[in-house]
């Protein structure tokens, strides 16, 4: 009896609904979460600009099949818990197409239920292999994954550096962790044995016992699993501490304040990041639409989200509807062409080709691309 | 007005130093070189206004209070029926409360439901955490510890044998009742504040555990893919796992989502009643006087005979057995946990409930949790200004009612002259 | 000298340089307990306000041309220490002093609420990223065999040992000798005999809230200078990690907030010099409880007589 009710009481609303919105039935809403709030909120900026503007030029330029978009923003402050809640309002808000989450381990358990509810997600930051695996239909992601990364930092390691003793740090995160045991196993394959792993805790200041106990192991290469505060802070103490080995870490470190933290004893760190968008010649309107509205496009996550709004809109106009499962189809037969070059999703959803390039950074916040 | 003057200017005269640097002036990482930058002239504007205004009812502050106290306060309590009336209606208020718990989820949207399972989770964490705080005086700072054994009983038990939610519910309880008992036994002879401290450190070092303990939690991984509760062997999905069967398909109605959220929200609502029901019994068992005695005062309940010792750990274990079963439930409902939901902060926030509630009071503890979790999501539409408005809400809340929203009633008999 | 010799005593120093900082911000948590018997959360935020004073005055002054260290870190101390102890003073008559008397968890949830105002008014204010300045003062001394094991000492480090002693035995000075020290000290003893004494207990209240935020904030000069970087979290940690130094040298005794804050330095260095460093939280956490349980009142903790 009482689900009949709620039948009733559902259908009427969602006619209300519909014949309210009858003058705007040409908007095709697009939900944007991420972090609005909370200590990550910097990086959920980045995805916001990148997937606004995108949205922005796609208007200009008249839309997707006569549909205007409209970007929805969504708060989910990188906590797993207000994660779930905000999945289920973008369904209950009948939104069907979601660029985000952020953080892993947000996109972690809303990716189970967009999956569920008939939600295509594509996440233009969320590099946790962990988000893929489990066969999802409407899950994609526009940004390449941690074990990419990880080998081909171990990779570069074996071939180019090759450290005589090899120590592996990282900072006990999702992140940092993942790829730190990805370079170690893989260098540990190529037969360079790390003498030290081992795991910092994030937010801390003070790494002088840690910088100690490399000293005292002779060590030579650090590769560095984490983010540019705590790497930051590690070089710095380093110089201080007279401890002058070499230094590589992921795209998680590429980031101008890492500069600023280390000063100098940052010149000539090694860092696998994904390619620089902003600096290709293809996207140098883009980058000044960027400029022009005091927007920074040199995050890492900015093209990206770009990319996912790009490839959604791409697909919806190839296929002529909006359904996600339509799309998502569309989406792992076709290759696209867009600001991050030419790509194509697997059967996973995940990039078919590497995003990343190992670079050496500059204590002046520049980088130079190694081959 | 002239006693005033110097109270006012002082107090302008901090809110200057409170504002002028730290608002008055940004520090901006321009690239590797770290700048400073004045305000805008709006921002001082703002300054000067605010401190203009902290002078201004300082120096008016007696007048201002003479005013309030004229103003006509209206009288509430006449509104209220008359205590036996009251009496009489109590049960059919509640059975009207219960009998709308279950009925409006079917009338409201997704994301209201799935806000008030939330809200549920906490209700049932405050009511727990009332036992230890609120009845026996205990000061527990690190209750999300038993909260994330609880989760994580289930996350792994069903991860690795595959276990289902309602087998895992008592195990859940009893382990965190366990662990309870464990951590109780050594430190329960601390006093207050050591106690409070010690049981900072257990929460701590229980998430730094679970978050190390790579081959096991995941780690920072988390545990994800965990199942939901199912009806009797129902489950609530699109498509049923091997063996199993769906709701939708059982009854032969077509499947709607709502279906799962809602019947999430339906369990919920049963633990909590069940968690009310039991408190409330206990509460009224010797048991429970003597934990409300202890807490007023040990000394006498000593030389009363009552071993403080056991009673001190019977109100530990059973909170915190409470927390087992709120973990194994949010890990259900998360479907992903990891050890970031098991912080300091939701310690500090499920004390808070339970003091904002009005120590020891279960209605109070239910409308405390419940302003807690509805409270930011109100305040969604101020983004980033979301938690500076929690943190002062808290503040401004005990500043108005220290005693809580709704300060325990202790039995009590009156005499009535005539 | 030996390797593992000259290693434990590099960790030694690392140790007691962390430790004197946490004594510093332990301090304040201790005054203010041993006289109203609370725990006032928000002092973690007390010590990153300092910080971010003392950034800002550090940065300001360099930009506008003062180029003397000496008086820029100076300036930076005393700016930083007026407005944190301003801080300090404001959190106590706002959010404390109308609860006084009340029961003892309140002004306990109110702390909280405070602290989670005043991290994220910074954050609102001044951003969430961490901000870094270059480095000021850098060198150091080196001593031991470089084919065995150098250690170093840096001139940061000693500074920091050095202010540490000075504002300690100001402060012991101050709380032994001076006449507002002897209000403090009556005030711990009984609070309700000082005021029928003549002495304004609020006003002696407010000043301990008001010597530990200044001490909170000679530890986040320092602290900012050693480091080189904030954000608006740094306070929580700082602060919880402070709390426990406190409750470990027991709580309300001032020397004992000194020898806390050292000993659980010391034992972080040594824990993360022989085990993998994620542990050291859990060691410093377990060895509060160790300790605890042996000695319910810390370790120089005076033990409580309950009376009726």
Not at chain 2, 14 to 38: A, Y
Not at chain 3, 23 to 42: D, E, K, R, S
Request: proline share 4%; hydrophobic share 50%; with cysteine.
């Amino acid at each position: 009896m009482k689900p009949t009710i709620g039948l009733c009481c559902k259908t009427w609303l969602a006619a209300a609904l519909l014949t309210s919105l009858g003058v705007q039935a040409d908007t095709l809403r697009i939900g944007v979460a991420g972090p609005v709030t909370g200590p990550v909120a910097q990086y959920g900026d980045m995805q916001k600009i990148g997937a606004m503007m995108a949205i922005d030029r796609i208007n200009a330029a008249g839309g997707v099949n006569g549909m205007t978009l409209e970007g929805v923003i969504y708060d989910d402050a990188c906590d797993p818990k207000q994660a779930v809640a905000v999945a289920n309002r973008i369904v209950n808000d009948d939104i069907r197409h979601v660029i985000g989450h952020l953080c892993s381990s947000s996109t972690e358990p809303a990716s189970d239920i967009y999956e569920e509810e008939g939600v295509m997600m594509i996440t233009a930051a969320s590099t946790s292999p962990g988000i893929t695996e489990k066969g999802y239909e409407l899950i994609f992601r526009t940004i390449g994954l941690d074990s990419l990364q990880g080998s081909l930092a171990a990779a570069y390691i074996r071939d180019h550096v090759q450290p005589q003793r090899l120590a592996v740090i990282h900072d006990k995160q999702q992140y940092g962790e993942g790829l730190a045991t990805t370079v170690r196993d893989l260098l540990a394959q190529a037969g360079t044995e790390a003498v030290m792993f081992e795991g910092v805790t994030p937010g801390d200041k003070d790494f002088s016992a840690l910088i100690a106990k490399l000293k005292r192991n002779n060590v030579d290469f650090v590769y560095y699993g984490g983010y540019h505060p705590e790497l930051g802070l590690i070089l710095r103490q380093s110089r201080e501490k007279g401890f002058d080995a070499a230094f590589m870490g992921p795209e998680g470190v590429v980031n101008s304040d890492l500069a600023a933290i280390a000063g100098d004893a940052m010149e000539g760190v090694l860092a696998t990041a994904p390619k620089s968008f902003d600096q290709s010649p293809d996207n140098a309107a883009l980058v000044d639409a960027f400029k022009a509205r005091d927007e920074d496009p040199s995050g890492p996550f900015v093209f990206p989200a770009y990319t996912a709004i790009q490839v959604m809109t791409q697909a919806i106009e190839a296929t002529g509807e909006t359904d996600p499962y339509a799309l998502a189809s569309y989406l792992r037969s076709t290759r696209f062409e867009t600001t991050i070059g030419e790509i194509g999703f697997d059967a996973k959803g995940d990039l078919t080709e590497p995003t990343f390039q190992v670079y050496r950074l500059h204590a002046d916040g520049s980088k130079t691309a190694l081959d | 007005m002239q006693r005033a003057l110097f109270p006012a200017l002082f107090a302008a005269g901090v809110t200057f130093l409170l504002t002028c640097l730290v608002i008055g002036v940004k520090l901006v990482q321009g690239g590797p070189t770290l700048t400073v930058v004045g305000a805008d002239a709006d921002t001082w504007s703002w300054i000067a206004f605010a401190v203009v205004i902290v002078f201004l009812v300082q120096l008016l502050k007696e007048p201002l209070l003479g005013l309030k106290q004229r103003l006509p306060m209206p009288d509430v309590t006449g509104l209220l029926p008359d205590e036996q009336l009251r009496n009489r209606l109590k049960p059919w208020l509640i059975a009207l409360i219960v009998v709308g718990l279950f009925v409006w989820p079917f009338m409201v949207s997704r994301g209201a439901v799935d806000l008030a399972t939330l809200t549920l989770i906490y209700v049932m964490l405050g009511l727990g955490l009332n036992i230890v705080v609120g009845f026996a005086g205990l000061l527990d700072l690190g209750y999300v510890a038993f909260y994330a054994v609880g989760a994580y009983t289930y996350a792994l038990l069903s991860e690795y044998y595959g276990l289902s939610f309602w087998v895992c519910l008592p195990i859940a309880g009893l382990l965190a009742a366990t662990f309870g008992c464990i951590l109780g036994f050594p430190v329960l002879r601390l006093r207050g504040d050591y106690l409070a401290i010690v049981t900072l450190g257990f929460g701590e070092i229980i998430r730094i555990l679970l978050n190390n303990w790579t081959n096991v939690t995941g780690g920072p991984n988390g545990i994800g893919g965990i199942d939901k509760p199912t009806l009797f062997g129902l489950e609530f999905n699109r498509r049923a796992s091997e063996g199993a069967q769906t709701f939708h398909a059982f009854f032969g109605i077509q499947y709607d989502s709502s279906y799962k959220v809602i019947f999430l929200y339906l369990v919920a609502v049963l633990l909590v009643l069940l968690t009310i029901y039991i408190i409330n019994r206990i509460q009224r068992m010797p048991i429970g006087r003597a934990w409300e005695a202890l807490r007023e005062d040990e000394i006498a309940c000593r030389s009363l005979g009552l071993n403080p010792t056991v009673i001190k750990l019977s109100a530990f274990t059973l909170g915190a057995s409470f927390a087992g079963f709120a973990g194994c439930f949010f890990a259900a409902r998360q479907g992903f946990i990891s050890p970031e939901s098991f912080t300091f902060i939701e310690s500090a926030i499920i004390l808070a409930i339970v003091v904002l509630g009005g120590m020891g009071s279960q209605l109070g503890v239910i409308l405390a949790a419940i302003a807690m979790t509805i409270l930011p999501e109100l305040a969604r539409e101020f983004q980033e200004y979301r938690m500076l408005m929690f943190g002062g809400v808290m503040v401004l809340m005990m500043l108005w009612r220290p005693q809580g929203l709704l300060p325990m009633k202790r039995p009590h008999l009156e005499l009535k002259a005539s | 000298m030996h390797e593992t010799t000259l290693y434990v005593l590099q960790q030694l120093i690392n140790g007691l340089t962390i430790g004197s900082t946490y004594a510093l911000i332990a301090i304040g948590y201790t005054m203010v307990y041993g006289i109203i018997g609370m725990i006032n959360f928000a002092h973690g935020e007390v010590y990153m306000i300092g910080t971010y004073t003392a950034f800002i005055t550090i940065i300001g002054l360099l930009t506008m041309g003062v180029g003397s260290l000496p008086i820029v870190l100076l300036l930076a101390l005393i700016t930083a220490v007026i407005i944190a102890s301003t801080y300090g003073y404001a959190v106590e008559r706002v959010a404390y002093r109308p609860l006084r008397g009340g029961p003892r968890l309140i002004p306990l949830i109110t702390a909280i609420g405070m602290s989670i105002f005043l991290q994220n008014y910074i954050r609102l204010a001044q951003g969430s990223r961490d901000l870094a300045m270059p480095v000021l003062i850098s060198g150091g001394i080196e001593f031991g065999d470089p084919a065995v094991f150098e250690v170093s000492i840096s001139w940061m480090q000693l500074i920091i040992w050095g202010v540490t002693l000075v504002a300690m035995t100001a402060l012991a000075l101050f709380i032994s000798r001076s006449r507002l020290g002897r209000a403090c000290r009556a005030c711990a003893q009984d609070l309700k005999m000082t005021n029928l004494l003549g002495i304004d207990t609020n006003r002696i209240i407010a000043l301990t809230f008001i010597i530990g935020a200044a001490l909170a904030a000679v530890a986040g000069v320092l602290l900012g200078l050693y480091y080189g970087t904030i954000n608006p979290y740094i306070g929580f940690m700082a602060g919880l990690k402070a709390f426990t130094a406190a409750v470990l040298g027991g709580i309300g005794s001032i020397p004992g907030a000194m020898l806390g804050g050292l000993i659980l330095g010391v034992t972080e260095a040594l824990t993360a010099a022989f085990f993998p460093s994620e542990y050291k939280d859990v060691v410093a956490f377990s060895l509060l409880v160790l300790i605890l349980l042996f000695r319910p009142t810390g370790l120089l903790g005076k033990p409580e007589v309950e009376k009726v």
